[in-house]
């Protein structure tokens, strides 16, 4: 009769490592290859990664032919038919047209992780900057010019016309604001400090992106007419705050929206200019 196992071994049996039950997943080992990879998985865009591998020098250079080529036609439309109806409509369109095509070649390549996430925060900074920066703005031109005046637009026989809905109000209020933002604040931005945040340092790469981005932004809105301080003032603070909540927070939505509500805000005015004048 075989002898019975002592309480030691019994003991030892029972702290022994137990077999997995079937169907279960094994824990990684400490150190092993998979246990690296996911404490070393990126979880935004900021941190680089696959995600914006493809988003560096050579989608900023799409980005700087899209705007040149989208300025060139716009002037080409206006210097060809400078008297026809259409063609301020048209020239905005091809500007459009040239922003829209960097945009779709990086969204085509890759979704840089976390940047198209929309958080209710990002509701509350665009009403609240929005409104903030046209603020500012009414503020700086009441110091640089004496006084601020409400805008207006044509109107017909006393009111505005049936096209104004689709010519200037949706374009200036919702696809222009989105569009900028898309390009200024996402292909230049990130490519921008994508580039240069492993050699120079994120805070470095950050002040870059901002600067590049608010100045291009600033340089494209005084192509075709003549900025004074106050508008280049204005237009910068909107370059640097959208920059700053896109670096902040890793999102995009936020600065869209602020753009949003800056220039719907001058919509509203322009209605109470027109109305009232």
């Known amino acids: 009769m075989p002898d019975q196992p002592t309480d030691a071994v019994l ?21 092993s290859h998979s246990s690296r990879r ?16 493809p988003w560096r020098e050579m989608l900023l250079a799409w980005a700087l032919f899209g705007l040149g080529a989208g300025v060139i036609a716009g002037f080409a439309i206006i210097t060809v038919w400078p008297a ?3 063609a301020p409509l048209a020239s905005t369109l091809a500007l459009w047209a040239g922003m829209l095509v960097p945009i779709v070649v990086g969204f085509s390549r890759s979704r840089p992780i976390g940047l198209l996430r929309l958080r209710p925060l990002d509701l509350l900074y665009g009403l609240v900057i929005g409104a903030g920066l046209r603020l500012f703005q009414g503020w700086v031109e009441g110091i640089v010019a004496g006084g601020a005046a409400f805008p207006s637009y044509v109107t017909i026989d006393g009111a505005l016309p049936s096209s104004w809905w689709w010519s200037e109000a949706l374009p200036a209020a ?10 200024f604040r996402v292909v230049v931005l990130v490519s921008v400090y994508t580039a240069l945040r492993r050699p120079f340092g994120k805070l470095t790469a950050g002040l870059a992106a901002a600067l590049v981005s608010t100045a291009l932004f600033v340089v494209t809105h005084s192509i075709g ?21 896109v670096l902040l927070t890793g999102r995009i939505w936020g600065a869209v929206l602020v753009h949003i509500v800056y220039n719907s805000v001058y919509v509203l005015l322009g209605v109470v200019g027109t109305i009232a004048g």
């Open 84 to 86: 026809k109806p259409w």
């Open 174 to 183: 919702v696809i222009a604001p989105t569009i900028e933002e898309f390009f």
């Open 11 to 31: 003991v030892a049996r029972s702290s022994g490592p137990s077999a997995p039950e079937p169907g279960s997943v094994p824990e990684p080992v400490e150190g």
């Open 225 to 245: 007419s003549v900025l004074g301080v106050d508008a280049v003032v204005a237009l910068g603070a909107v370059g640097i705050t959208c920059s700053l909540l």
């Open 38 to 53: 996911r404490r070393h998985r990126r979880t935004d865009w900021r941190l680089g990664g696959r995600t914006v591998r």
